[in-house]
């Protein structure tokens, strides 16, 4: 299934703010940091599918640039190819506005993401709009690897 494909099958509605803690608790739930989820400038979706929501995910966009994160499956709809789709609607959707490069950041899907097509990026050659994010810069550890790949435009 091509990227367009599997991005179509998901339906990316921007996160309603009673959402936001259940955004929150998956999030912690997986381990992953939830504290920056207010931030201006971060763009946060639940993901639909048949009228369910199976996960979520959010973007930052820095001009040609993008950072993919915040992105969860919901423990019931793992292992079908969600979190797959989730990452293809967010390239999808960072096209849409604007940016032609997405980065994302691991401490431990790194073989994950590079089945996706990403590859990891010395933070020595990455964007400084995207190595200042609270995500780079703060919340995930310095051994995170960076990764990156052209959006779908």
């Known amino acids: 299934m091509t990227d367009a494909r599997a991005a179509a099958s998901?339906?990316?509605?921007?996160?309603?703010?009673?959402?936001?803690?259940?955004?929150?608790?998956?999030?912690?739930g997986c381990g992953l940091p939830a504290d920056d989820l207010e931030a201006g400038g971060v763009i946060l979706f639940a993901l639909e599918e048949d009228g369910f929501i199976v996960g979520y995910g959010g973007l930052e966009i820095y001009g040609d640039d993008a950072l993919?994160?915040?992105i969860v499956v919901l423990p019931a709809h793992r292992r079908r190819g969600v979190g797959r789709r989730i990452v293809a609607r967010l390239l999808a959707e960072a096209a849409r506005l604007g940016a032609s490069r997405a980065y994302l950041l691991t401490t431990d899907a790194r073989a994950y993401f590079e089945a996706l097509g990403f590859a990891v990026v010395d933070r020595r050659d990455a964007p400084p709009a995207i190595l200042t994010t609270r995500q780079a810069s703060a919340l995930c550890p310095a051994a995170a690897a960076l990764m990156a790949k052209p959006t779908t435009r």
Do not use: T, V
């Not at 998901?10 to 912690?28: D, K, N, S, V, Y």
């Open 10 to 28: 998901l339906r990316a509605m921007p996160l309603a703010p009673g959402q936001l803690p259940a955004l929150r608790e998956a999030l912690r």
């Open 68 to 70: 993919i994160r915040s």
